[in-house]
């Protein structure tokens, strides 16, 4: 599919960007660390620095969501307490 690391570093990236928009983050994570692997077998440090961003989005939107659920979850708790 690819024939240099390079050209595999910007796949995975590219599908990491592609996974973080349709909100998959784990997805994007793991992608993103192929493509920082890549990157660094490589030695390009822009798609370095590129894959550490999407890692770090992917991360901070995923316990952004799972902070959001807990919360959800604690205001429904309230809610079910007031009504009693």
């Known amino acids: ?13 590219e599908i990491g960007n592609c ?3 349709l909100g998959d983050f ?5 992608a993103a660390k ?11 440090w822009s798609y370095q620095l590129q894959s550490c961003v999407l890692m770090g989005v992917a ?9 959001l659920k807990q919360k959800r979850l604690a205001d429904n708790v309230v809610v079910v307490l007031k009504l009693k």
């Open 1 to 13: 599919m690819c024939t240099t690391r390079i050209e595999t570093a910007w796949l995975f990236h």
């Open 19 to 21: 996974f973080l928009a």
């Open 26 to 30: 784990e997805y994007a994570k793991d």
């Open 34 to 44: 192929k493509s920082l692997e890549a990157a660094s077998e490589a030695v390009e």
């Open 59 to 67: 991360e901070g939107k995923h316990r952004f969501g799972e902070i």
